[in-house]
């Protein structure tokens, strides 16, 4: 099945540091990018929707200076949480939709990347 | 809004026992269905999906049916194996836009 990676897997930052997260499809073009927060034995969240080359639609609550995305191509999105601090410590999941010619392209997740802020 | 409702976990059951996880979703229209594994250490992965009232969505042993009577898509399998010791989330897709997730299950199968 189709490929979606995320990079780094594991990162320890300072408080006050940034933090890039990649997203790739590796094998497919995703038109459609998500990004969740995951906190410990808790359900997704989703936190906002890109779209290749225009600007991310944020969910209720979380904050778009802080949670900075960029989906420059069909087959890269970023996350960087800037000025991380301890609360932003959690395990950030992306997932891409796949381009499809008519309907609604099947949700790939990447294998996640667990934050820690010390 | 649109909700999902999972059973409360952690579940543990012991090797080739029958299992059911119950999922409820509120949602208006006709959403899609689905059921996402999370083995440890790795990202969700798509178990099995309905997209219509009364599909029947099948992948590895597991089952589970789309049943709008009762706003339910509970995931059964008869027979588990250690190997399905995993995290199941069940989630619905009502505009082929945003996965909306249940809280997760825990499931444990001891040998």
């Known amino acids: 099945g189709a490929v979606v990676s995320q990079h780094p897997s594991w990162v320890i930052c300072k408080s006050g540091t940034s933090v890039k997260i990649e997203c790739r499809s590796l094998?497919?073009?995703?038109?459609?990018m998500f990004w969740y927060r995951q906190f410990p034995k808790q359900s997704l969240m989703l936190m906002a929707t890109?779209?290749?080359?225009?600007?991310?639609?944020?969910e209720q609550g979380v904050e778009k200076d802080k949670f900075l995305i960029n989906h420059a191509s069909l087959t890269l999105s970023t996350l960087t949480v800037t000025s991380a601090h301890p609360e932003d410590s959690s395990f950030y999941i992306c997932?891409?939709?796949?381009?499809?010619?008519?309907?609604?392209?099947?949700?790939?997740f990447g294998e996640g990347s667990r934050l820690t802020v010390l | 809004g649109d909700s999902v409702t999972q059973m409360e976990g952690p579940v543990t059951l012991s090797e080739e026992a029958f299992l059911t996880i119950n999922c409820t979703y509120t949602?208006?229209?006709?959403?899609?269905l689905f059921w996402y594994v999370q083995y440890p250490g790795e990202g969700l992965q798509l178990l099995l999906k309905?997209?219509?009232?009364?599909d029947k969505g099948s992948n590895k042993g597991f089952e589970a049916t789309y049943r709008k009577e009762t706003t339910s898509f509970h995931l059964e399998k008869g027979s588990v194996q250690v190997s399905d010791s995993a995290v199941y989330f069940c989630?619905?897709?009502?505009?082929?836009?945003?996965?909306?997730f249940g809280q997760g299950t825990r499931l444990t199968i001891n040998p």
């Open positions: 949602a208006t229209g006709y959403p899609s």
């Open positions: 989630a619905l897709d009502r505009r082929a836009q945003k996965l909306v």
């Open positions: 309905a997209t219509k009232a009364d």
């Open positions: 890109s779209n290749e080359g225009s600007k991310a639609t944020y």
């Open positions: 094998d497919f073009q995703a038109t459609t």
């Open positions: 997932s891409a939709r796949a381009k499809t010619g008519g309907g609604s392209g099947e949700l790939f």
